[in-house]
């Protein structure tokens, strides 16, 4: 399960990593493969792209297959 504590690069990992990478592209974070990926988390990119956490996460969880 993908949570808001989740780190960017996880998330690429525990979900399909091609709809999870849509999924984070059309939240606004186009540079999946920098540094910050390793750091940031599900959380952080909400909050800085401006995006709804709870609905990110429901879209992120739906890539668990």
Do not use: F, W, Y
């Not at 849509?22 to 940031?40: F, I, K, M, P, S």
């Amino acid at each position: 399960m993908i949570t808001k504590d989740t780190l960017i690069i996880d998330a690429l990992n525990i979900g399909n990593p091609e709809k999870v990478a849509r999924v984070l592209q059309e939240a606004g974070l186009h540079c999946l493969g920098c540094a910050l990926a390793h750091q940031e988390t599900v959380g952080d990119i909400a909050v800085v792209h401006g995006v709804n956490l709870d609905e990110l996460l429901a879209k992120l969880n739906a890539t668990i297959d």
